[in-house]
């Protein structure tokens, strides 16, 4: 019998991963994975179709040849500065016919009414995700339905993106002979890898150190209260090293993974770098501390940016258990103690755990989002689902006007 296969594609800016996967009584098992450098793509996004739809192609051969199966339909990760999220609430009289309480219906109205707020036409949604009902005065209720009252309030986490960004990240996969069976957003995926129930219980923020964009998601009571993306990230940071140091791109990443840290530790031993110059002019060697000082306060700067938009998102305060960093700016040595000191609470760092089949090599931060998107698919295909929505819902209306639109 054919093994049923899970796929997941995360199109990061710097990397493109593919994980084919299977769900077993022990747990998800990788049973493939294919990772290439993006080609084509700007912080998730299309910017050279052929270029993007080759660099997938590969991606996905080597997932395959690596997990001697084919695969047809993949669950994609998106981010990038086009992605937008609002919360809002709904309200709705529950209605009285036969005496069961809040029906599928009633959330349906409730939803509707929550997703009234307009949405502009070149927009699209991709998720709506409940946070909270409340039956009359009774908040904190997870499932409302068969509960008895008067009216029903719903508050719920809207996340939508460009639909034009969106289609052409359709349109690259589908050259693939591969379907799109959900997109879902890089950090809600990431955090069904590294975070805990109890985090996401008693509030948590979410940050992915990605290359081009960094995602933050805060949780609190189990649900998203807020998720946003700063189109920033370790690209920065290897630009500035090229431009300090004044050395090519290629050298510049390199001296960054190997030697650069968030917070400088002064060392004796292998305290010169040697800096290759640009165009053939000769190589000159550095300091830690001078590297530390190219480095530390773009690192700082980005962490201020990310706690100011926590600030200004109004949530910090739910925020109990602390930081949790993933992504690939959570390799750099430091990072969790200078987030500490930034952020003036906990941090630390979050790699997917009991996965089977994943490298055990101190890299796995650079496979949240992949492994979340496939701990998705296996929820989804286990029938938990995440929208919350029913079926015939509000969800359901606006992807079928968005797909006759496509
Ligand atoms: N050891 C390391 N020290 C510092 N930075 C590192 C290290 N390893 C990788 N990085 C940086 O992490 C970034 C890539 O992270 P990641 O793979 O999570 O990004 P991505 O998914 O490609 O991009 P995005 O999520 O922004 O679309 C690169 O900028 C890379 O330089
Ligand atoms: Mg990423």
Same mark, same amino acid.
């Given at each position: ?13 710097t ?43 590969e ?26 999220s ?25 939803? &509707?009414? +929550?997703?009234? =707020? $307009?949405? #502009? ?13 409340? %039956? ?14 008067v ?10 993106g ?32 590294v ?44 630009? &500035?090293? +090229?431009?300090? =140091? $004044?050395? #090519? ?13 968030? %917070? ?15 165009g ?56 969790a ?35 979340? =998107? ?17 079926e ?15």
């Amino acid at each position: 019998m054919a093994r049923e296969c899970i796929a997941a594609l995360d199109l990061g800016t710097t990397k493109t991963v593919v994980l084919i996967g299977e769900m077993t009584d022990a747990g998800l098992r990788i049973l493939g994975e294919g990772t290439c450098r993006s080609q084509g793509l700007r912080r998730g996004v299309p910017v050279n179709m052929d270029e993007a739809a080759r660099s997938i192609a590969e991606t996905i051969q080597v997932a395959e040849q690596a997990a001697e199966a084919r695969i047809s339909e993949v669950y994609v990760g998106c981010s990038g500065d086009h992605i937008e999220s609002v919360n809002s609430r709904g309200v709705v009289a529950i209605s009285s016919d036969g005496g069961r309480g809040v029906t599928r219906k009633d959330v349906a109205r409730a939803f &509707d009414s +929550a997703t009234a =707020l $307009r949405i #502009p036409m070149d927009r699209q949604v991709i998720h709506v995700l409940a946070q909270d009902y409340i %039956v009359d005065d009774q908040c904190g209720i997870r499932d409302p339905c068969g509960m008895s009252g008067v009216r029903l309030e719903v508050l719920v986490h809207i996340v939508t993106g460009a639909i034009t960004s969106l289609r052409n990240v359709r349109n690259c996969i589908m050259q693939s002979g591969i379907q799109v069976r959900e997109i879902v957003l890089d950090s809600l995926a990431a955090s069904q890898a590294v975070l805990t129930s109890d985090e996401k219980e008693l509030g948590v923020v979410l940050l992915d150190l990605g290359g081009g964009t960094t995602n933050i998601a805060l949780f609190q009571d189990g649900s998203i209260r807020h998720s946003s993306v700063i189109p920033a990230g370790g690209i920065n940071l290897t630009n &500035d090293i +090229a431009i300090g =140091l $004044r050395t #090519p791109h290629e050298d510049a990443e390199r001296i960054k993974r190997h030697y650069a840290s968030a %917070v400088y530790v002064r060392s004796e031993r292998d305290n010169m770098i040697e800096v290759p110059g640009v165009g053939g002019r000769e190589s000159r060697m550095v300091t830690r501390e001078e590297l530390a000082f190219v480095v530390g306060p773009r690192i700082k700067e980005l962490l201020v940016l990310a706690r100011e938009t926590i600030r200004n998102s109004g949530f910090e305060h739910l925020v109990r258990t602390g930081i949790v960093i993933t992504g690939g700016g959570a390799l750099m040595p430091g990072i969790a103690k200078l987030t500490e000191q930034v952020f003036g609470m906990s941090a630390k760092i979050g790699a997917p755990e009991e996965v089977h089949g994943l490298a055990d090599d101190g890299n796995a931060p650079l496979y949240a989002t992949g492994v979340g =998107l496939l701990r998705h698919a296996a929820d989804s295909s286990s029938g938990k689902k995440w929208h919350h929505d029913t079926e015939g819902g509000w969800l359901d209306r606006v992807r079928s006007r968005i797909v006759a639109m496509l």
